[in-house]
């Protein structure tokens, strides 16, 4: 996998926006970033993903600079239950590697 | 419509015993996938199943079995179950392997003495 670089905790204001920043500088043209989230003590929840174009549903936005180096991902009026452990990640495109690797992730921790 | 559902949500075991965790989809998903998450650590891949009728060997098959017993079920055994495989066990689904999108159960923790 394309390895990827989060910090490994931001804080942010309840309704305010979270802005959890990740760098992929190895990404390869073809390949997806997909961004995952883990509140405490459940299983990991799919957020969103793109390629290189931003990327908006109802949970969340996804903004991939133009060279593909980096992402952000924007909670836009976050609350208490987006408190999670965040994961960017960049799967393997080829091959036979069909898992998705988490790794440390961003701590979020919303604060009324 | 509850997603991916597991089954038991807890267990304990002693060593050697057996069970079975259950999963089951109701998305109608193609690919489903065994994961097992130790403290601290990220998840690693058990088995998965591209399809109804396959299953393959993740990064971590020892000491399990599935079963991929029609689309919507994939079961994981422990025949011997070991102190080492103390863990919390997520399932989940795709609509196919080249999907990245999966879909998690909410963890079975297991606990062997």
């Known amino acids: 996998d394309a390895k990827t670089t989060q910090p490994p905790s931001m804080d942010c204001a309840e309704g305010r926006a979270a802005n959890l920043p990740c760098n992929h500088s190895?990404?390869?043209?073809?390949?997806?970033v997909y961004w995952y989230r883990q509140i405490h003590s459940q299983g990991p929840q799919y957020i969103i993903h793109g390629l290189k174009n931003n990327e908006t549903n109802e949970m969340a936005s996804l903004i991939i600079t133009e060279d593909r180096k980096s992402s952000t991902l924007i909670l836009p009026h976050a609350t208490l239950r987006d408190t999670a452990v965040y994961y960017c990640?960049?799967?393997?495109?080829?091959?036979?590697?069909?898992?998705?690797?988490f790794g440390k992730g961003t701590l979020l921790t919303v604060n009324p | 419509n509850a997603g991916v559902t597991q089954t038991p949500k807890f267990q304990v075991l002693k060593t050697g015993q057996s069970m079975t965790l259950q999963c089951a989809q109701d998305m109608n998903h193609n690919s489903m996938y065994w994961y097992r998450q130790d403290p601290g650590m990220g998840l690693r891949l058990i088995y998965y199943?591209?399809?109804?009728?396959?299953?393959d060997k993740g990064e971590v098959p020892n000491g399990y079995n599935v079963s991929r017993l029609n689309k919507r079920e994939f079961s994981l055994r422990l025949e011997s179950a070991a102190p080492s495989q103390t863990s919390v066990y997520f399932c989940a689904s795709s609509w196919g392997l080249d999907s990245y999108e999966q879909y998690f159960g909410p963890g079975t923790r297991l606990t062997v003495t």
């Open positions: 199943s591209a399809s109804e009728g396959t299953t």
């Open positions: 190895t990404i390869s043209g073809n390949e997806y």
């Open positions: 990640i960049v799967p393997y495109s080829g091959g036979s590697n069909y898992k998705l690797t």
